[in-house]
Nanobody, 120 residues
Framework: QVQLVESGGGLVQAGDSLRLSCAASGRTFNTMGWFRQAPGKEREFVAAIRWYDSITYYADSVKGRFTISRDDAKNAVYLQMNSLKPEDTAVYYC???????????????WGQGTQVTVSS
């Protein structure tokens, strides 16, 4: 059974940092990524990493502030978020799939989400 378990969310102030983690079990994937969904909005792409060559992909809104990385031994992916802004407030979801893409439908498995709240 495939499971993705996120952790690391919380309440921080603008300018602070957070590190999200996502541990996968049940199988390995070609790509893992992070998406986020704010209240009343659609789920949007944040970042993704391709497993075999570590190629990364970022949304323009987070480039230079967020970094995605992976740990082969733990079958885990991380999202280091620096210089957080109030507009980064959302539920962050980990997705896993087989293509390095930016759309929700390109990922086959999802975690339960972790809340990130950035106060001004």
């Amino acid at each position: 059974q495939v499971q993705l378990v996120e952790s690391g969310g919380g309440l921080v102030q603008a300018g602070d940092s957070l590190r999200l983690s996502c541990a996968a079990s049940g199988r390995t994937f070609n790509t893992m990524g992070w998406f986020r969904q704010a209240p009343g909005k659609e789920r949007e792409f944040v970042a993704a990493i391709r497993w075999y060559d570590s190629i990364t992909y970022y949304a323009d809104s987070v480039k230079g502030r967020f970094t995605i990385s992976r740990d082969d031994a733990k079958n885990a992916v991380y999202l280091q978020m620096n210089s957080l802004k109030p507009e980064d407030t959302a539920v962050y979801y980990c997705g896993a799939g087989f293509m390095l893409v930016q759309y929700v439908g390109g990922y086959e498995y999802w975690g339960q989400g972790t809340q990130v709240t950035v106060s001004s």
